[in-house]
């Protein structure tokens, strides 16, 4: 029997990526992301709502992740879910599930980086998610 395990998010980084690399040497960076949807409650005014997900990428993707995402962006996220478990320091069973990115795609338009607007370039400002490698 075939099974299927994908994730597609779209929501706001929630704090700039963290990249480390594993002891043999290959980059994963570690984001946030937190999406939103509206309930409409009988009688009341509409309640927001806001999910997180943990996501990490590895190797070339885990390298442009840390290099063009921040706090706040707007970003696609497609990939597989996994759970770790491990023992706490306090004897507990202790679980994590995240999403293992396989494409990551920025869908707002960023500023330049003030490098560029400081060495006196006449490019646009904004860059599209075109522009961006992955």
């Known amino acids: ?3 299927l ?3 597609m998010i779209i929501g706001n980084v929630g704090g700039d990526p963290e990249m480390r690399f594993t002891p043999s040497g290959h980059p994963v ?3 946030s992301v937190a999406t939103n949807r509206t309930i409409n409650t009988q009688g009341a005014e509409p309640k927001k709502e806001t999910e997180w997900f943990n996501v ?3 190797e070339k993707l885990a390298e442009q992740c ?3 995402l921040a706090k706040g962006r707007l970003v696609y996220v497609e990939g597989r879910l996994q759970t770790r478990s491990w023992d706490g ?3 507990q069973k202790h679980y994590k599930t995240e999403v293992i990115a396989n ?3 920025p869908l707002d338009k960023r500023q330049a980086a003030a490098g560029e ?3 006196g370039s006449d490019a646009a400002g904004d860059i599209s998610p075109d522009d961006i490698p992955f």
């Open 117 to 119: 607007a400081a060495s």
């Open 29 to 31: 960076t570690s984001f």
């Open 56 to 58: 990490v990428a590895w």
């Open 66 to 68: 840390n290099q063009f």
């Open 1 to 3: 029997m075939a099974s």
């Open 89 to 91: 320091q306090d004897g």
């Open 5 to 7: 395990n994908k994730v």
């Open 103 to 105: 494409r990551v795609m």
